[in-house]
């Protein structure tokens, strides 16, 4: 049966439109007490995960600080390679160093903008608004110094990604963290252990595409789009699953054209909008920034303090650019390339695309609209409903652009969810097989049904808890592998020191 199913799509689309239509309409006769049960149910189950991962020192979230530390770590080991290779990863992506003859299956752009949909998207839009919400402005200075720190961090796994991948016969790349940590830790003469680690590894990328890729972006953008188009949750959970569905068959192939295509124009659109904004408030920007540093340092009225501040800040950047994470390392280890290296670098430019451009126009729009402090979006704010929020910053400015951003949360949160659909693929396959990817496709558009019903809270606490699992033991094979990296990269450096013929 699953052999037929995965050869018709479009059956397989059609069951999954009958059960839950059927289900979720004579739901809604009732009263919805079957969705107020499935909310309770998993409102609960991710409290217990929430409360495991998050556990504070002096303040501070064990995870945060692993992902802070360790990107420090890299910025300085690697030589400051964020900064000082930033031009020539420019020019790697341009393709001026591509060689067609390169072993991969998709080009440098297309890796960088299948890497880009998973990253650019909702996190730029949806939760820098909440990272505000909860820290204040200040914690946009701490989001734009962890994107900063993370492109050497996106740079090591994205090396390591490329380094350590497998090529079938038939053409098709398997790579990422769960290859590198068996591979390149049998290399160092740690089987077992880097075994463990890839096994763990896969189930957290399995649980954090359920979670952080696809619930989120589903619960995030509902919250959006029905302030523009009244929809029921379940019905807009049903469109996204439909089409996640029918991209996420065509593979990698299908994924890197419909993100080279979509990605772009979402981030023109988005950014020619924020730029907009900021242009005709161009003498409210110095104040922003004035209060952005002020209160980064000096927070008012924000639980923990100048650690709350920093903590929402690394926390919102994390979530925002991957980096650390490990799931770009699985899009940018399918990129043609003659040296691992060139990958690695190309990644970089991930954080400060996503990070340090985008999430800053979002910051500067909501705080120079005032949106953020302003009782008459009180309700909104606490409901956790970011993307809403960033939709009435900008529709103080431009009335009719919550119509245009309503599409483009729909693309930013589509884009995402079909590039985390193949991370978590290449994940359930190393850990089971390939022939059974159509169990993990089901699951994954079901879980598109549960994040559009349930409470945002609920969602966000979830998509964190199992995003952050990832980088516990993601890192940790980074900081064994980071010589590696390093031989690589001075190599390199050789490389393109010497005199070309």
Known sequence: MWKSLYKRPWLLTLLLCLIP???????????????????????????????????????????????????????????????????????????????????????HFQALATALSATVGLGNIAGVAIAISVGGPGATLWMTLGGLLGMSSK??????????????????????????LSRGFAEIGLPAFGNVLAIVFSVCCIFAAFGAANM???????????????????????????????????????????????????CVLYVVAALWILLINFTAIPGAIATIFQQAFSPEAVEG???????????????SNEAGVGSAAIAHS????????????????????????????????????????????????????????????????????????SISVFLFAFSTMISWSYYAERAWEYLFSERSLIVYRILFVIAVFIGAIAKPQSVIDFGDATFFAMALFNMLGMYFLTNKVLEDLNDYRHYLQQPKL
């Open 21 to 107: 239509t059927a289900v979720f309409a004579a739901d809604e006769a009732a009263g919805e007490p079957l969705i107020q049960q499935l909310d309770a149910a998993f409102s609960g189950f991710v409290k217990g995960i929430f409360d495991v991962l998050f556990f504070s020192i002096g303040g501070f979230p064990l995870i945060v600080l692993w992902l802070i530390f360790g990107a420090i770590f890299f910025t300085i080991r690697m030589g400051f390679v964020n900064f000082r290779m930033f031009g020539h990863a420019v020019d790697i992506v341009r393709g001026k160093y591509d060689d067609p003859n390169a072993p991969g299956e998709v080009s």
């Open 155 to 180: 740079f090591v796994e994205s090396t390591l990604g490329q380094k350590y991948r497998i090529i079938k016969p038939d053409g098709k790349v398997a790579g990422g963290p769960m290859y590198y």
């Open 216 to 266: 989120i972006q589903v619960n995030q953008s509902y919250g959006a789009v029905k302030e523009i188009f009244p929809i029921y949750p379940w019905v807009y959970g049903l469109i996204l699953a439909i089409l996640v569905g029918l991209v996420m068959i065509g593979g990698i192939h299908r994924i890197g054209q419909v993100a080279g295509t979509i990605v772009p124009v979402m």
């Open 305 to 319: 303090g100048i650690i709350g501040v920093i903590v929402q800040g690394f926390r919102r950047s994390t979530f």
């Open 334 to 405: 399918a990129a043609r390339t003659d040296r691992p290296i060139k990958e690695g670098l190309v990644a970089l430019l991930e954080p400060f695309i996503d990070t340090v451009v985008i999430c800053n126009m979002t910051a500067l729009v909501i705080v120079i609209t005032g949106v953020w402090n302003n009782p008459e979006y009180e309700a909104i704010r606490k409901a956790g409903e970011g993307a809403a929020l960033t939709s009435k910053a900008f529709g103080t400015q431009i009335s009719w652009f919550p119509v245009l951003l």
